[in-house]
């Protein structure tokens, strides 16, 4: 199993590689007493699944981080391999992180600049140790992800990019989830043909209906396209997950049959798809 001790600087980000590595599959615990590395590393090398950790380790566990370099020594004595991620920062950078986050430093000292000083010191014998130190003073958090997903991303299992499909009646709003928001209601509406009015985009007649109008496969020829070229780029971005919203006016005929022909699609492209109809049946309705 994959093991990586992310620590570093109060202030440089641990959090966001927390995030970013749990993301990309790993199992993530944070601000963990040094010494229940090994014990832990051996209780998740026992689940079936995990083949991959990453464990944050800082000044925050005050006295229990005395222990770090006890806890490295017996991962050595054990064979266990591990990899430690430095996360560095310049002063003056974390200093207006802190202003603009208005938290107190986990180190005590004579004001922020004491603080970080002492922590400097702290951590200079784990930074040395580091197989790898990212500075962040000049990052933002995609390009701080973007790196991790390089360094780290390189052995994930080669899962399709998971996608979460949905319809939605405007009427009802949009969804705030949704990263990605395409209106349909320039398609002729079910809704006013009588005998289709009572079915949803799930029932047949109402497919055929919505899908076999030109303007709506052209639509479709237009969006998958688009597609192609945007999922690949939010993938190398870091992005983990999508949600492409479908709407119509009320949820119900032609954002569902869209929907629906979409994750299809999709799908057959190598996408993992959840496809979910919120305004369908009282909403929440997935097929």
Known sequence: MRLIIVTGM???GKSVALNCLEDMGYYCMDNLPPMLI?????LLSDVKGIDRAAFGVDVRGAKFFQDIYDALALLDQQHIGYEILFLDCADDVIIRRYKES???HP??????QDSIRTERQLLHGLRSAAHTC?????????ELKKRLTQLYGQDVKDEPFPLHVMSFGFKNGI???ADLVFDVRFLDNPFYIEELKPLSGLDEPVRCYVMEKEDTQSFMTRLTDLLDFLLPRYQ??????????????GGRHRSVA??????????????????EHRDLNGGGFYS
Not at 107 to 112: A, I, P, S
Not at 134 to 142: A, G, P, Q, Y
């Open 10 to 12: 109060s202030g440089a």
């Open 38 to 42: 090994k014990d832990i590393y051996s």
């Open 102 to 104: 208005r938290r107190s």
């Open 107 to 112: 180190v005590e000292g004579d004001g922020l």
């Open 134 to 142: 990212i500075d962040t003073s000049r990052m933002n958090v995609h």
């Open 175 to 177: 969804p705030q989830e």
């Open 236 to 249: 190398k971005e870091g992005k983990s997950s999508l949600v492409i919203a479908m709407g119509c006016t």
């Open 258 to 275: 869209i929907a629906e022909d979409l994750s299809r699609v999709l799908s057959s492209k190598g996408y993992s798809v959840r496809t």
